[in-house]
């Protein structure tokens, strides 16, 4: 069974950086994707980034471009979101969620717990 667990987030201002890691387990097939996703109060759920284990490839969402970077260590099993620039509107809860096949078609059935990220001066 997939599982994935976040770590790293926090308390950051405005133009900082943070970290965020995702320790994902379970894998019976390697062709799988990794995305990170995030909710603010009152908004929906939205896809942050993903990457394809298979390939490396990695998708982001438009106004993230440029700002937050997805990255792997497979040696460690961790897919890691470096977000840089950071603004208030950055704030929500962030999720790792896993499943099998390319990164903007898994369905994502496996969801950590999430890590509150807080972006405020």
């Known amino acids: 069974q997939l599982q994935v667990v976040e770590s790293g987030g926090g308390f950051v201002q405005p133009g900082g950086s943070l970290r965020l890691s995702c320790a994902a387990s379970?894998?019976?097939?390697?062709?799988?994707?990794i995305g990170w996703f995030r909710q603010a109060p009152g908004k929906e759920r939205e896809m942050v980034s993903c990457?394809?284990?298979?390939?490396?490839?990695?998708y982001y969402a438009d106004s993230l471009k440029g700002r937050f970077t997805i990255s792997r260590d497979n040696a460690k099993n961790t897919v890691y979101l470096e977000m840089n620039n950071m603004k208030p509107e950055d704030t929500a809860v962030y999720y790792c969620?896993?499943?099998?096949?390319?990164?903007?078609?898994?369905?994502?059935?496996?969801w950590g717990q999430g890590t509150q990220v807080t972006v405020s001066s």
């Open positions: 379970g894998f019976t097939d390697e062709h799988y994707a």
């Open positions: 990457i394809s284990n298979t390939d490396g490839s990695t």
């Open positions: 969620a896993a499943d099998y096949g390319f990164c903007e078609e898994a369905d994502y059935g496996s």
